[in-house]
Structure formats: structure tokens, C-alpha cells
T-cell receptor, first 113, second 115 residues
Framework: NAGVTQTPKFQVLKTGQSMTLQCAQD?????MSWYRQDPGMGLRLIHY???????DQGEVPNGYNVSRSTTEDFPLRLLSAAPSQTSVYFC????????????FGSGTQLSVL | AQTVTQSQPEMSVQEAETVTLSCTYD???????LFWYKQPPSRQMILVIR??????QNATENRFSVNFQKAAKSFSLKISDSQLGDTAMYFC????????????FGKGTKLTVNP
């Protein structure tokens, strides 16, 4: 019963570096999404996908790329990390859309120095 | 912009007592969904309760229940018989008007249950 698996759990980057946060789910969910959580801001949607090959922007997409080549995987790429991207990142999935229960990964704490 | 407002940044309650967390939102839709999510210190986000707006009956899940006031656009969470394990951040959330794919969260209420 893996559910939603995020890796890594912690990461420190230098400004300008790139990296990919991995997200995988084993529930055959069509909908997957990425959120960032900042103190006092709640969770804000970065990108989401309603199925393989389909992605769209959320509230705060700048500086991030995503792709959805399979139903299971939804990686989040930081192209050139900035200190403003220091945050906790959550991947979440549901059977179909955000009207249903979202299953969350355990989060990635990212620090950009 | 679609908003979900949680007006209580922090709350505390004694173990075994009842506490109510407030949430208001804006919409002109008639049918929509509302959620409460819990984030304990472990950081894992967990769905607490889900309400469908067209249903008159307030949703309940064991010690958790909602007071859904559709006309007032209010969606409060009541926790009865509070337990130490209820200590967490609680987030109210709803999909924005016209789009079910983008869940919008409130800024959260930090609840502390004291022994």
C-alpha cells in the first residue's frame, strides 16, 4: 500500500541549480498535482494533470515544469532554483479531479541557498 | 480571485472538549464540494471530511462534523471530545468556481489540544 511516493524528502540546492522532484502513485489515479506550502500561505497549486499527456498550470507555475508520460509518474522540475522556491512541496493524486479525496505524498523540504 | 478564508490562525482546546474551526468562501455556484484537511506534525496531509453543497445534511466522520451554511457561505469544522492526536494544522479547501481541477486552500488554523 505505497499510495503516493515522493522523493527526496529533503534537498538543499544552490541558486541556479536544477533538480527534479519525483512523484509516483500506484492507485491508477488519473489526477495528479503539485502544491507548495509556505508559512502563513497554505497550499498553493503549481501544476496539475488530469491524465497521461495532459498538464496545466496552477496558481504559481513560474519556475517549474512538469510532464506526465505515464499514469503513475508526475515529476516536478525546477529549471534554475531561486531562494524564493524554498518551500515544502507536496504531490497529490485522486481518482478524477480535485472534487474527490486527494491522497498526498509525505512532502519534500527544499532549501535554496 | 477565488478565496477560502480561515479567520483563526491559531486555536487551543482542552482534551475532551469541543472546538469549532471556521471557514468562509466565495462562490456564485449552486453545486460544489468543500473539504477539511488535517496536517499533523508529521506533515502528512489527510482528508478529514468532504461536503457536497447540494446535500442539506451536514457531513460527519466520527468525532468530526461540519456546520455547512450555504447561504452564508460558511463551512465550519467541529471536533468533539478533542484528543491529543487532533493537534494539527487544519485546512479548509474547495475547487474554484468553474474549475474542478484546481483545489484552493485556506491559510490554515493551527489547533493545539492541551492535556
Amino acid at each position: 500500500n505505497a499510495g503516493v511516493t515522493q522523493t527526496p524528502k529533503f534537498q538543499v540546492l544552490k541558486t541556479g541549480q536544477s533538480m527534479t522532484l519525483q512523484c509516483a502513485q500506484d492507485m491508477n489515479h488519473e489526477y495528479m498535482s503539485w502544491y507548495r506550502q509556505d508559512p502563513g500561505m497554505g497550499l498553493r497549486l503549481i501544476h496539475y494533470s488530469v491524465g497521461a499527456g495532459i498538464t496545466d498550470q496552477g496558481e504559481v507555475p513560474n519556475g517549474y515544469n512538469v510532464s506526465r508520460s505515464t499514469t503513475e509518474d508526475f515529476p516536478l522540475r525546477l529549471l534554475s532554483a531561486a531562494p524564493s522556491q524554498t518551500s515544502v512541496y507536496f504531490c497529490a493524486s485522486s481518482r478524477q479531479g480535485s472534487n474527490e479525496k486527494l491522497f498526498f505524498g509525505s512532502g519534500t523540504q527544499l532549501s535554496v541557498l | 480571485a477565488q478565496t477560502v478564508t480561515q479567520s483563526q490562525p491559531e486555536m487551543s482546546v482542552q482534551e475532551a472538549e469541543t472546538v469549532t474551526l471556521s471557514c468562509t468562501y466565495d462562490t456564485s455556484e449552486n453545486n460544489y464540494y468543500l473539504f477539511w484537511y488535517k496536517q499533523p506534525p508529521s506533515r502528512q496531509m489527510i482528508l478529514v471530511i468532504r461536503q457536497e453543497a447540494y446535500k442539506q445534511q451536514n457531513a460527519t466522520e466520527n468525532r468530526f462534523s461540519v456546520n455547512f451554511q450555504k447561504a452564508a457561505k460558511s463551512f465550519s469544522l467541529k471536533i468533539s471530545d478533542s484528543q491529543l492526536g487532533d493537534t494539527a494544522m487544519y485546512f479548509c479547501a474547495r475547487p474554484p468556481q468553474g474549475g474542478s481541477e484546481k483545489l484552493v486552500f485556506g491559510k490554515g488554523t493551527k489547533l493545539t489540544v492541551n492535556p
